[in-house]
């Protein structure tokens, strides 16, 4: 077992309100020097597979189907490991 | 300036019902090896600071006060690297 780590961000050109909402929040805190905040997903896959490069393949392929929406974001897989246990709790 | 990096993650003992949907989903979607997923929030946090290491220790000074809740989520700073200009948009 894998456990892929994905990352889904919003473009770059994409407004998000969610960041300005926690950049304010820092800058309410104190945090002046805060200059901009995104916030994304960080989805953690374990699948069953022969191998590192196959789960990669497959998560890829996730990826694209549903785990982020091309017209707005973009996705990375960031790193694959073998699965620890932990990890596949639901 | 520079842009750090954080994930927040659900502890593993907490239950993630976002990630039990997107398991189902794949499920539905004929992914059938997939044996978990987690979904966290990425944070990408650009202040202005002397160097990476004072960013660093602001940033994480952040994560505890407000981007992680100490009950149910862990938070860790994967990078902190030179900003981009288009990574301050918010």
Redesign the interface.
């Known amino acids: ?1 894998y456990t892929a780590r994905v ?1 889904v ?1 919003l473009k ?1 050109s994409v ?2 309100p969610q ?2 909402a ?2 304010r ?2 800058h309410a ?1 104190g ?1 002046g ?17 022969p191998d590192a490069g196959a789960a990669r393949r ?1 998560v890829e392929e ?1 990826g694209r ?3 982020a929406n091309p017209v707005m974001e973009t996705f990375e897989i960031e790193s694959v490991k073998p ?1 620890s246990g ?5």
């Open positions: 077992m990352y961000t770059a407004l998000d960041g300005r926690v950049e929040a820092l805190l945090y020097e805060v200059r901009g905040v995104r916030v994304g997903k960080v989805i953690d896959v374990t699948v069953e597979a497959r996730m189907r549903l785990l699965a932990a990890a596949v709790e639901g």
